[in-house]
Each structure stands twice: as structure tokens, then as C-alpha cells.
């Protein structure tokens, strides 16, 4: 059974850090890219950013460029999201979801997420 | 920047065929995918590549994709189909529809 499972969420103030974390279990986690994507309170989806199977290839959303480091470690089938400089907009619930990319991309398991609240 | 648009809401009664669009410039071009978010849970995947349901989505799912607008539809719409429904593509970076709350009523 896949398994994604996020954590590092809390309360943070603006200008602060944060580092997330997914645990990965039941695929062969080096087999796939991987995606942070977010959920302010009461609002949307919305894609943070994406890492590929070996770390060499990754992309971000605008407005998280220069602040936001995706990352991922295939010995502990783990991946993080380094966020810094945070904002009260970054709040939001962080999943982590797999990719699945093969002629046509799209997210196939997500994680249950993790709340990260930027306030003072 | 490339966006996805979505009706906010759609109504539908018990066993009534509930449609949901999206467009986007284009959208055709590309492979659309749908998800469905439940109250308090995390996303699923309903559609992807256009038209292609995951196992264990039943079959009164059914997705479209032509010109600028992309459609998922729910034949004999139950109750447990009120949901968040997001049409999602992909354009050098991933975007997401604004979401559509499905009413079963």
C-alpha cells in the first residue's frame, strides 16, 4: 500500500523557517518525481513544486522562488520542503503527492498534509 | 501564466448527470486530470489523462477533453459525490482549477 506521510507543520512567525517532511513507503520511491502542493484555509489547490527522481530536475510556483527548497533523500525514501523567509500567504496545508509520469503527468497518491500557520 | 477556470458551484439532483467544466487556452493541447476532495481529507484522483478512471473509481465517472474545455461527468450522481472537484493541467509547471463544490440535492 502507498503511503505518504507529512510532517514539520506548526505555527511559525513571518520571516521564520520551516522544514517539512514525507515519509514514502509501498512503491519504489526512486521510481517517481515528487510534488509539494498546498491548501491555504477555505481556499484551492494550489502546485508549490516538483523534484524528479534523482534530484537534479526541480521546479517551483513563482511565488515561492528563492525562498522554498525542495529536496529528497532516496537512501531514507524521504522527501522535504525547506521553507524560508515565510509569509502569512504561505499558510496553508502541505501535501505531499507522488507523480505519476508517463505520456500525460498527474498526482496519483497524496499524503493526509501538514497545517503550517505564518503569524505573529 | 497559464489558468484553469471552474464554475464555484454546480447543483445536481440524486441520479442526475452532474457536469463540471474547466478551460483553459487550449486546454485541449494537454492532458487533463480531475480530483475529488471530501470535507477534511486529502485529494483523489478521479480523471487523468483526459478520460482514464484509477481503479476503484466507479464507472459513472467519465472525463472529455476538446478545444478549450475539459469535462468531467457523473452519471447517476449519489450523495456520496457532494464534494470539491479540481481540474488540474500541466503547462511547464502544474496548475490547478479553482475548484468546483459539487451539491447533491
Known amino acids: 500500500e502507498v503511503q505518504l506521510v507529512e510532517s514539520g507543520g506548526g505555527l511559525v512567525q513571518p520571516g521564520g523557517s520551516l522544514r517539512l517532511s514525507c515519509g514514502a513507503s509501498?512503491?519504489?520511491?526512486?521510481?517517481?518525481?515528487l510534488s509539494w502542493v498546498r491548501q491555504a484555509p477555505g481556499k484551492g489547490l494550489e502546485w508549490v513544486a516538483s523534484i524528479n527522481q534523482d534530484g537534479s530536475e526541480k521546479s517551483y510556483v513563482y511565488s515561492v522562488k528563492g525562498r522554498f527548497t525542495i529536496s529528497r533523500d532516496n537512501a531514507k525514501n524521504s522527501l522535504s520542503l525547506q521553507m524560508n523567509s515565510l509569509r502569512a500567504e504561505d499558510t496553508a496545508v502541505y501535501y505531499c503527492?507522488?507523480?505519476?509520469?508517463?505520456?500525460?503527468?498527474?498526482?496519483?497518491?497524496w499524503g493526509q498534509g501538514t497545517l503550517v500557520t505564518v503569524s505573529s | 501564466s497559464y489558468e484553469l477556470t471552474q464554475p464555484p458551484s454546480v447543483s445536481v439532483s440524486p441520479g442526475q448527470t452532474a457536469s463540471i467544466t474547466c478551460s483553459g487556452d487550449k486546454l485541449g493541447d494537454k492532458y487533463a486530470s480531475w480530483y475529488q476532495q471530501k470535507p477534511g481529507q486529502s485529494p483523489v484522483v478521479v480523471i487523468y489523462?483526459?478520460?482514464k478512471r484509477p481503479s476503484g473509481i466507479p464507472e459513472r465517472f467519465s472525463g472529455s477533453n476538446s478545444g478549450n474545455t475539459a469535462t468531467l461527468t457523473i452519471s447517476g450522481t449519489q450523495a456520496m459525490d457532494e464534494a470539491d472537484y479540481y481540474c488540474?493541467?500541466?503547462?511547464?509547471?502544474?496548475?490547478f482549477g479553482g475548484g468546483t463544490k459539487l451539491t447533491v440535492l
Open positions: 503527492a507522488r507523480e505519476w509520469y508517463s505520456n500525460g503527468r498527474h498526482f496519483d497518491y
Open positions: 509501498g512503491f519504489t520511491f526512486t521510481n517517481y518525481w
Open positions: 488540474q493541467a500541466w503547462d511547464s509547471i502544474a496548475v
Open positions: 489523462q483526459d478520460n
